[in-house]
């Protein structure tokens, strides 16, 4: 973080959809200017890119947010799109983990250190993590969905006390495409279970090999409550797997990611049967959205 922009008076902006301040609305429809201050390659086509969010007068400031909330972020003259926050509330600075999918992603990743881009937000439900506190909490990620999920292991791992046993269990296709691998350490270091495995394994490998739910197995997590994200098939997979060892639908939590446009509930881009993701979303519990997935 630069710290010039440390001193200079922060102000906040808040993401609780029940705040009815002037703010909070405005961070919602007018998107705020965020200069890209450090970029970190996660992979071949993910960066992990740090912003400070600028009001009118060039100051810095401090967005309110909690794990699983999620951001529009806009390239100017290509449009928008959502964008999981990938930093903890707990952390400073604010970060986004970028995919390349299509011309925004390839727009964010374009961007350069001093470059600025718009953020609306943060919208979304978010985790929980209420609820999860004072009980076992199992992560389960697979795929780019693991950038969310980062956002609450940082989060667990700054508020160890609050929380009972907590295990992350992550896969990859293979090991190049591992996010966060210097992090580990540091969640184990914490009291956190780490366990990761990889589809395909290369010469460098000696981890595990195999599906996130071979990673379970191993693991024997006690019943509690699960977050997951990924790709519809591994969460299933994991979820029924979830079930299968004692723990509740309603205590397992997804993260879905649907295609969306306006992010406030208008322009029904992004439902799942009757939800909005992005209103009533992005995290579900297995019993609402079971079926739907
Ligand atoms: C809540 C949420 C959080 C997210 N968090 C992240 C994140 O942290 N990091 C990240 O990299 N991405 C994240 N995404 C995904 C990202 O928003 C999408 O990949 C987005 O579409 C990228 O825009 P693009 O212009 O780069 O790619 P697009 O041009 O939108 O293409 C992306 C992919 O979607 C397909 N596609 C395009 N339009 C449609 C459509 N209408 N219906 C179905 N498929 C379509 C394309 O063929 C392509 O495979 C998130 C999405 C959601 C909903
Ligand atoms: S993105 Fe428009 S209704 Fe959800």
Known sequence: MNQKSLKKEKRVRSGTLAGKGTDQMLSRYVPLQAEVIDIDVE???????????????????????????????????LGECPISIASSPTREPLQICVREAGKITQGIMAARVGDIMGIRGPFGNGFPVDKM????VVITGGGSGFATLRSLINYIADNREDFRDVTVAYGA???????????????????????????????????????????????????????????PMMINAVAKDLVSRGFLEPDIYISLERHMKCGVGKCEHCTVGHYHVCTEGPIFSYDVVGDLL
């Open 173 to 231: 296709r293979t090991p190049h495409d591992l996010y966060f691998t210097s992090e580990y350490g540091s969640w184990q270091a914490a009291g956190i279970e780490v366990g990761i495995t990889v589809d395909m394994m290369d010469a460098s490998w000696k981890g595990n090999v195999g599906l996130v739910t071979s990673l379970l197995k191993d693991i024997n997590p006690s019943p509690g409550t699960a977050a997951l994200c990924g790709p």
């Open 43 to 77: 992979s071949s086509n993910t960066y992990l890119i740090s912003l400070r969010p600028l009001d009118e007068e060039d100051e810095t400031v401090r967005l309110d947010y909690c794990p699983g909330q999620f951001l529009m972020v806009s390239v100017f003259g």
């Open 133 to 136: 506190k004072g009980r076992n």
